[in-house]
């Protein structure tokens, strides 16, 4: 009988889009029900029988999930951004010898960004799966501040899409991954009106919690071939946007005006964590330029304090040239 307790995902960057590698680390989230990556059709014919179908076909088989981490930490960043945003990234460290390492996978808006792709592991004690050319049509982040001295995690979501869920057996001997964990209560939150001076004016005493998701436009092609899976990828369109709850105090007062006014926001969600070393700390900064969708004041309280709820709808900035910016540093050199 398998057991929750053994249950686990692991991952290792493909080096070949498509061909299975074995894992190389392992993922701290939560083992999802492992969902069929092919539906049968039964057609309808007429063969003189009181029975609606007497056959059945598979066509295509596709794996779409969602990977879920409830206690988000820094070291999986990389590949989340990497696979979702933009591929073959090359981590710099910031900081000599210390380990601190900055990853930019800011995509582009004019040109391929060649997403990097992973094989997936999942399963228990009994049984382990495998789905290859995993790649992330959706990210969100979410956190919010704890107001009772609790927790406050910062939630990841990962829509991915892989070409098809195998039978295997787990990469054995994998070292368990020593976590940096996000703290919402740590994110801090900066709106500039250009992207020359993004990240340059906190508005402090104001963030209470956030929801940041980003489309990659990363999707599967199906064409006529030898197989039942996807052939390819391709890039589409890259969408953003954030809501936000504010303390309703002249900060969020000044965002209703913006909104009425559809003047450019360039917002940065900064969390930073730990130092490295003596290098840099371990930090999360996604900015995204675009104007106020919908800003609703006194749109929920809090022991006595309003709250306003404001959305942030990426567009795209001809004179910054600049939709979204995505960074991460981490203590890990790959992903």
């Not at 997936?120 to 969100?140: C, H, N, P, S, T």
């Not at 209560?185 to 998701?213: C, H, P, Q, S």
């Not at 022991?303 to 600049?322: C, E, F, P, Q, S």
Request: glycine share 10%.
């Amino acid at each position: 009988m398998g057991e929750r307790a053994f249950s686990k995902l692991q991952y290792g960057k493909e080096t070949n889009r498509g061909t299975a590698v074995a894992a190389t680390k392992t993922i701290l989230g939560t083992v999802p029900p492992v969902k069929a990556d092919r539906k049968p059709i039964y057609p309808e014919v007429n063969v003189g029988l009181r029975a609606r179908a007497v056959n059945s076909v598979i066509y295509e088989t596709l794996v779409r999930d969602t990977l879920k981490v409830d206690y988000g930490y820094f070291q999986i960043l990389p590949m989340l951004l990497t696979c979702g945003l933009k591929g073959g990234v090359v981590a710099g460290e910031v900081t000599p010898a210390q380990g601190d390492y900055l990853w930019t996978c800011t995509p582009s808006l004019t040109s391929a960004n060649a997403p990097d792709s992973i094989t997936l592991e999942m399963g228990d004690d009994v049984q382990a799966f495998e789905a290859e050319y995993i790649m992330f049509e959706r990210l969100k982040f979410s956190g919010a501040v704890d107001q009772s001295g609790g927790a406050a995690p910062v939630a990841i979501e990962a829509d991915y899409f892989g070409r098809q869920l195998s039978i295997s057996t787990f990469t054995g001997s994998l070292a368990l991954t020593v976590p940096e964990y996000m703290n919402a209560k740590l994110a801090r939150f900066y709106l500039d009106t250009a992207w020359a001076g993004v990240g340059t004016t906190e508005k402090t005493n104001i963030l209470r919690a956030f929801d940041f998701e980003i489309l990659t436009g990363v999707h599967p092609v199906m064409a006529g071939s030898g197989f039942k899976y996807f052939n390819t990828y391709q890039e589409g369109i890259i969408d953003v946007m954030a809501t936000f709850t504010l303390e309703g105090n002249a900060a969020a007062d000044a965002i209703w005006d913006a909104m009425n006014s559809q003047a450019l926001q360039i917002v940065r969600l900064a969390i930073n964590g730990a130092q490295i070393g003596t290098g840099t700390t371990y930090n999360l900064s996604l900015d995204i330029g675009g104007t106020w969708e919908e800003v609703i004041p006194l749109a929920s309280s809090d022991r006595g304090d309003n709250l306003h709820t404001a959305i942030l709808h990426g567009k795209y900035d001809a004179t910054g040239a600049k939709l979204l910016q995505a960074l991460c540093t981490t203590n890990a050199a790959s992903i």
